[in-house]
């Protein structure tokens, strides 16, 4: 993985996008390398940017992808108190 550099997304400014692309980013570096890469790409975000990839990934993980993707182009906000909004 030293090839290459981490992506963090900054570029899209649809956070919900961005957040979603960091995520699945993460799980494909765990699928691919292993925990211990996660928690180097991990420590590029701050605790607020790891809050809301863990947020996503609580909603992915009960709504499942086409939900999510439907909620992130419908420009639903993922806080942890209102991420099923428009669904």
Known sequence: MDEFAFN???DIE???LRIYNRVVFMF???EDFGA???QEYLQRFTEAQKKEM???IQYL???GKDATMKAITS???FT???CVENV
Do not use: C, G, S
């Open 8 to 10: 963090d997304f900054n």
């Open 14 to 16: 649809h956070k919900p």
């Open 28 to 30: 494909n570096i765990r």
């Open 36 to 38: 211990y890469k996660v």
């Open 54 to 56: 863990y947020i996503l």
């Open 61 to 63: 993980n009960k709504y």
């Open 75 to 77: 420009n639903t906000e």
């Open 80 to 82: 942890e108190d209102k």
